[in-house]
Structure formats: C-alpha cells, structure tokens
C-alpha cells in the first residue's frame, strides 16, 4: 500500500472516529436539563418586555394565523418582532449560552448567534412538521436545545421519539426557564395541534464543540429557510464560547 493511499485511510479512519464521538456526545446529552437559571429568567423577562406582548396569552394580541407549515413557522409579522429585538438581550443569551456550556455540555463550543424563535398560538402548532433537523442541512456534530419562554406541557411541548425511527413521540414537557438538550438528529420531533388553550413561546439554538469543529465547518451546508452558512462567523458566533467556573 502506497503512502498515499496509507494517509488517506488513515485520514479516513480519524473522519469516522471524530463523527462517533460526536454522536455519542449528542446522544448521551439527549433529555439532559438545565433547571431554572437566573441566567434564564432574566433573558425570558427582557422578551417579554421587550416585545411588549405576554407570550402566554400571545393569541389574544396577535394573529390568527394560518396553520404553520415547513418555510412558514418562522417568518410572520410576530416572529419578526422577536428578531427585531434581539440585539437588546444578545448579552443576556450568551449568559444563558454560557450557562449551559458550564453545566451541561463542559467543553467551549460554538454557539448559534441568533437563536431560532418559535411560538404556537391555541389550534396552531409551532413547528411546521414532524422532521429531523438534517432535513435542513444540519450536521451531526451538532448540539441542540430548547429554552421555554413560558409553560409547553403536552399538546403544546414539543413531541421527540423516545427511540430513534420508532415514531413512539413523548412530550417534552417544561416549565418557563427551563432548558433541554436533545437528540434533534436521529430523533424525529415536531408538535401536534397545541389544544391548551394557552400560546407557547420558545427559543432553540445549536453548538458545535470545538474538538468537532474542523469536521462540522468544512463542507458545510447552508440553512434552507435563511441560506446562512454553518460556519462561525454566520450561522454561529465567530468566537469560541468558553466554560466558566461552577
């Protein structure tokens, strides 16, 4: 075997350990809390003074919408008022960012600069469809979470199989403040009707560890609903974000 061929197998090999360690983090880390912060309570009250709207009873202010679906989830006139205000708590996200890569995930990493805004008003639902998120380009050297906004219990949590291509789908029901990891790459997950009678609100947003970071930048895809590249700089922040001291 010529030394060529040696370097690319053994290239090869390393591409396939870093992807098993990287799946394994994710793994392990699936329905992984972070109970109620100060960090989380503080960036949750800056919304929703900030969009002077109450995120709980959100449906008696805005809408009616039409039912949400893949591409339009995330882009009406509410959403926008989420987004718009955003650079007013970016600090205040980072601090919760940081928390959690304290805490939970004990390792610097990437972090999605702008988190994802998501909200579901009574009869609606909040993510357009039943997917995983490499369906939309996202890579497996990722790691995902959630952060409520208010109250999501049954109808209007999230809905994860419990075990991977099963389609056996448990609430992930939380409290508002509250944070979870999850496995948002072999694990479909989506949410039914919210039938509560109450709007929800949240925010999910991504890591990427900086050991994987060479496998999970080079190559990488583009967002489907914005076209953001999955590289610091764009889709995450330029800077590593760095554990602090428990």
Sequence with gaps: ???????????????????????????????????????????VDAVEQGVALPLATLHAHVGPYALFTPGADNTTDTHQKFYDHHEHVQSL???????????????PCYLQAIPTYRFGLPDNRWVGSYHRDSDFGHGEYELNAICALTPMHNSA???VEQN??????????????????????????????????????????RFVP?????????????????????????????????????
Excluded: W
Aim: charged letters at 25%.
């Design 157 to 159: 949590a999230l809905h």
């Design 93 to 107: 996200y980072f601090a919760l960012a940081k928390r959690i890569i304290t805490d939970v995930i004990r390792e």
């Design 210 to 246: 900086q050991r994987f970071a060479e496998a999970a930048f080079t190559n990488a895809a583009r967002s489907v609903n914005t076209a953001t590249a999955f590289l610091p700089g764009f889709y995450f922040t330029r800077e590593l974000v760095e554990p602090g001291v428990n």
């Design 164 to 205: 991977a291509g099963d389609h056996d789908f448990e609430p992930l029901n939380l409290e508002m403040g509250e944070v979870i990891l999850f496995d948002h790459i072999d694990r479909l997950h989506g949410c039914p009707l919210n039938r509560e009678e109450v709007s929800v609100a949240s925010i999910d947003f």
């Design 1 to 43: 075997m010529n030394l060529i061929v040696l370097s690319q197998l053994t290239k090869l090999l390393t591409d396939k350990e870093v992807l098993g360690l990287a799946r394994e983090k994710r793994r392990s880390l699936h329905a992984r809390r972070l109970p109620r912060t100060v960090e989380a309570f503080a960036f």
